[in-house]
């Protein structure tokens, strides 16, 4: 099992920027491939960003491309998630995902161990 600890939420301005980190603990952090997810109220939770094993692939749902950067460092196992140019419609809980498939998937069924989320809220 891995457990995962998100940090790095919190209150920005439209057209600002934050870090999001996920530090992993447990199994061999570089056996999973990671993603970040995201719930803003009253919605489903979507996939926002993921990445391969090493680093070498990374996806991007189409509403935060160019503005999102997903990386990870096996050394320090910990996964991060790089926003800027916010948008209050990036307004959400923020979870961080491992899922121990080979091949890469957005669904949420997929990832078998959650952080408890990180709060980002993006005012106008």
């Known amino acids: 099992q891995v457990q995962l600890v998100e940090s790095g939420g919190g209150l920005v301005q439209a057209g600002g920027s934050l870090r999001l980190s996920c530090a992993a603990s447990?199994?061999?952090?570089?056996?999973?491939?990671m993603a970040w997810f995201r719930q803003a109220p009253g919605k489903e939770r979507e996939f926002v960003a993921g990445?391969?094993?090493?680093?070498?692939?990374?996806y991007y749902v189409d509403s935060v491309k160019g503005r999102f950067t997903i990386s990870r460092d096996n050394a320090k196992l910990t996964v991060y998630l790089q926003m800027s140019s916010l948008k209050p419609e990036d307004t959400a809980v923020y979870y961080c995902?491992?899922?121990?498939?080979?091949?890469?998937?957005?669904?949420?069924?997929?990832?078998?161990?959650w952080g408890q989320g990180t709060q980002v809220t993006v005012s106008s």
């Open positions: 447990g199994r061999p952090f570089s056996s999973y491939r």
């Open positions: 995902a491992a899922s121990p498939r080979t091949y890469y998937s957005s669904e949420i069924s997929e990832y078998n161990y």
């Open positions: 990445i391969s094993w090493n680093g070498d692939r990374t």
